[in-house]
């Protein structure tokens, strides 16, 4: 599936599973997962008690909140000031050797 910043919804019809059902079905869950690239909520008791995806969909994930991190980060930054100019960049770099 290519990286995208959007993540597939949970199909209320399909994607939704009891908990005693999603224990008897696991192999199949994992593979579902797998395939769709859908989340399957389970619920306990009536209720929302977990959501599980595949590796792939959670690591994506996971990797979009910490560029959604670092965003907030650097607008934090550039709210107090704390800015360089290209030139300051390049002296800096220049300074270290990298550049």
């Known amino acids: 599936m290519p990286a995208t910043a959007t993540f597939p919804s949970i199909d209320l019809a399909h994607d939704v599973m009891p908990l005693s059902e999603f224990r008897n079905s696991l192999t199949e869950c994992i593979a579902r997962t797998r395939r769709t690239h859908r989340p399957i909520l389970v619920t306990q008791n009536g209720k929302s008690a977990t959501v599980m995806f595949s590796v792939e969909d959670f690591e994506r994930m996971r990797e979009t909140f910490e ?9 934090a930054e550039i709210e107090r000031g704390e800015v360089m100019t290209t030139a300051e960049v390049e002296a800096s770099l220049k300074e270290e050797g990298l550049l």
Not at 70 to 75: A, L, P, V, Y
């Open 67 to 75: 560029i959604a991190e670092d965003i907030r980060i650097s607008e």
